[in-house]
């Protein structure tokens, strides 16, 4: 029978994503969700914070709150936002991600922590001892978290970035998040403007998508 997947296409770094969050938990009770991390930050692409980084990180924050209610937390703002000793790289914690994903198929749940721990919290997400720690506090076993991201680590992320990269490209998206159904091998991408901050509308309005693109058991009534 014809299953429909919600590819969602996100960095850990990524304040709109952050935002989405919500319509991510929403999504999973309809549809099955595969995540694809980025790299938004990676690589050549991480940044130290300054404050030209955190004047440009705090004007788009104040909009996605407003937009999303999701909250962004007071050692987030006035506490990492303010340390120029942190680095920004996302590839730390989409290693985790896909670690935990490889351990229980808890790579959503994880990402979720690591959103809190670093939006509400302003935990260094990057830093091995806080993914060890989050996933402990997700319920993974520490030793196995560990062997397992020493697995993913480096190569083996890269490329699971770069495969997310050439999605994004394939459907058309520039940025993050970009949520994709695929159906029977085609891919639509979503329009989230008008479900950010409305998670219950949003899980209406994806059960009527599902239902249509996924056709009833021969016999049903």
């Given at each position: ?5 919600l590819?969602y296409?996100y ?5 709109w994503?952050y935002?989405a969050?919500?319509?991510?938990t929403a ?7 595969r ?11 991480r940044?130290?914070?300054?404050p030209q980084v955190?004047s ?6 104040q ?8 909250v962004?937390?007071e ?15 996302s590839?730390?914690?989409?290693a985790?991600?896909?670690?935990a994903?490889?351990i229980?198929?808890?790579?959503l749940d994880?990402?979720?922590r690591?959103?809190v ?8 997400i990057?830093?091995r001892a ?5 996933a402990?506090e997700?319920g993974?076993e520490?030793r196995?978290?560990e062997?397992t ?7 083996p992320t ?5 495969e ?6 394939r ?5 993050f998040?970009t ?5 029977d ?8 403007s008008a ?9 209406a309005w994806?059960?009527?998508q599902?239902s ?8 049903s009534i």
């Amino acid at each position: 029978m014809l299953k429909t997947i919600l590819h969602y296409l996100y960095d850990p770094l990524c304040g709109w994503c952050y935002g989405a969050a919500p319509l991510v938990t929403a999504a999973r009770a309809i549809v099955t969700v595969r995540a694809h991390g980025g790299g938004m930050m990676a690589g050549a692409n991480r940044r130290r914070v300054t404050p030209q980084v955190r004047s440009y990180v705090a004007h788009h924050d104040q909009r996605i709150a407003q937009i999303s209610r999701q909250v962004f937390g007071e050692r987030y703002r006035e506490g990492l936002l303010r340390d120029t000793s942190v680095v920004l790289d996302s590839e730390p914690p989409i290693a985790a991600v896909l670690a935990a994903d490889q351990i229980g198929s808890r790579g959503l749940d994880m990402l979720e922590r690591l959103q809190v721990a670093h939006y509400v919290h302003g935990r260094r997400i990057a830093d091995r001892a806080v993914l060890v720690s989050v996933a402990a506090e997700l319920g993974l076993e520490a030793r196995i978290f560990e062997e397992t991201l020493a697995q993913v680590q480096g190569k083996p992320t890269q490329h699971h970035i770069s495969e997310s990269r050439a999605l994004l490209e394939r459907v058309g998206s520039e940025g993050f998040p970009t949520f994709a159904l695929e159906a029977d091998g085609r891919l639509s991408v979503i329009d989230l403007s008008a479900h950010l901050g409305h998670p219950l509308q949003w899980q209406a309005w994806l059960r009527t998508q599902v239902s249509a693109l996924e056709p009833s058991p021969v016999g049903s009534i």
